[in-house]
């Protein structure tokens, strides 16, 4: 056996001379080889600040230029950055129509399947005039029944009934 110093951390070692005819006996350990591999770096969390690492791809790839150690990180930083005006999806922000009618004392349930789970819930505009914010022209409906209501004509007489 022939001693060798380790590439990455330079312990002494001893390695094998086929290993080292083969190419091989050049690091300590595994942690060693695998750490002489790793070609991004480490960068703080915008959000948390804890230390992460990042691959070359990743490194490039970031729309923002943050970087996140986790997707819930990075979900926090984005519903607090884009919200509002800034948000893709702003239509003008008239009325929050799912207060008014919690508000109102109305039970959270949809119409069509009775759904009580207000995190599926949004408040549909019965004559579909979103400036109509009157509380008889809302009502509960899950996103499925909403979509539904929309775009099937069956759908819509059955909501229809339903309300009445």
Request: hydrophobic letters at 25%; one cysteine or more.
């Amino acid at each position: 056996m022939v001693q060798v110093s380790c590439k990455l951390c330079k312990k002494e070692f001893y390695a094998k001379p086929s290993w080292l005819k083969k190419g091989h006996g050049v690091y300590c350990s595994r942690q060693c080889g695998y750490e002489s591999r790793r070609q991004g770096r480490t960068v703080t969390c915008h959000a948390c600040g804890k230390e992460t690492y990042k691959q070359p791809k990743a490194l490039t790839r970031s729309q923002s230029g943050h970087f996140f150690c986790t997707k819930s990180c990075q979900t926090k930083w984005r519903n607090s950055v884009y919200v509002r005006e800034k948000h893709p999806n702003w239509k003008g922000g008239h009325a929050s129509y799912r207060e008014l009618m919690l508000k109102n004392g109305s039970l959270p349930k949809c119409v069509l399947c009775k759904n009580t789970d207000e995190r599926v819930l949004a408040v549909h505009h019965i004559d579909e005039n979103r400036s109509n914010n009157v509380i008889e022209n809302l009502a509960w409906l899950c996103h499925n029944c909403h979509h539904l209501v929309h775009h099937h004509k069956d759908e819509r007489e059955t909501f229809m009934a339903a309300i009445v």
